[in-house]
């Protein structure tokens, strides 16, 4: 059974930085496609980042472009997300996820994704 756990989450000030990371077990992490994205209260979930099996290709919104950048180890089978520059309205439950068809959904599209994690808060103040 594959398995998502984020880590990472918490408390920011504006302008402040945080790393998320996605521990990935029980499937073949180097073969997935990977994505975050988040939701915050009342609000739909949102596409924010996406990385292909390799880490060859990134997709990103247009909201966290430049302030956000995703990463992998597969090595580690561990996925990041480093953030930067964080605004209140980056405040939200972040979802890690995991796609076994490299990304031919729409990197952009949740139903595309197999396996999600449980989600981790990060709250930005202002």
């Known amino acids: 059974q594959v398995q998502l756990v984020e880590a990472g989450g918490g408390l920011v000030q504006t302008g402040g930085s945080m790393r998320l990371s996605c521990a990935v077990s029980?499937?073949?992490?180097?073969?997935?496609?990977m994505g975050w994205f988040r939701q915050a209260p009342g609000k739909e979930q949102q596409f924010v980042a996406a990385?292909?099996?390799?880490?060859?290709?990134?997709y990103y919104a247009d909201s966290v472009k430049g302030r956000f950048t995703i990463s992998r180890d597969n090595a580690k089978n561990t996925l990041y997300l480093e953030m930067n520059s964080l605004k209140p309205e980056d405040t939200a439950v972040y979802y890690c996820?995991?796609?076994?068809?490299?990304?031919?959904?729409?990197?952009?599209?949740?139903?595309?994704?197999?396996?999600w994690g449980q989600g981790t808060q990060v709250t930005v103040s202002s």
């Open positions: 996820a995991a796609d076994r068809h490299g990304l031919r959904g729409g990197a952009m599209n949740p139903a595309a994704y197999d396996y």
């Open positions: 029980g499937g073949t992490f180097s073969g997935y496609a």
């Open positions: 990385i292909t099996y390799n880490g060859g290709s990134t």
